[in-house]
């Protein structure tokens, strides 16, 4: 088992940074792979950035060059730095984990404000 926990949601005002952090426990050990997602009301869940199997990093077209994904496996937490953000950034966003089986956290709250 492993269990997400997300943390660094908030309400922040378009051209503003927030940084998420996802606290992983449990048997990390088995991680073979970490993300974030996002879904906004109305939408479907879609990936946002993750680090593949082969530890390099993918991201969604609209998040590229603005978003950055990190990991500090010291203190098992994933990051996702969130800078220039945008009124079409807001959304619930969620981390990921693929460990034989695929994990989810419960989600924090982003809001941009225009």
């Known amino acids: 088992q492993v269990q997400l926990v997300e943390s660094g949601g908030g309400l922040v005002q378009a051209g503003g940074s927030l940084r998420l952090s996802c606290a992983f426990s449990?048997?990390?050990?088995?991680?073979?792979?970490l993300g974030w997602y996002r879904q906004a009301p109305g939408n479907q869940r879609e990936l946002v950035a993750r680090?593949?199997?082969?530890?390099?990093?993918e991201y969604v077209d609209s998040v590229k060059g603005r978003f950055t994904i990190s990991r500090d496996n010291a203190k098992d937490t994933m990051y996702l730095q969130m800078n220039s953000l945008k009124p079409e950034d807001t959304a619930v966003y969620y981390c990921?984990?693929?460990?034989?089986?695929?994990?989810w956290g419960h989600g924090t709250q982003v809001t941009v404000s225009s």
């Open positions: 449990g048997r990390t050990f088995t991680i073979v792979s």
């Open positions: 990921n984990a693929w460990a034989i089986t695929e994990y």
């Open positions: 680090f593949t199997t082969s530890g390099s990093t």
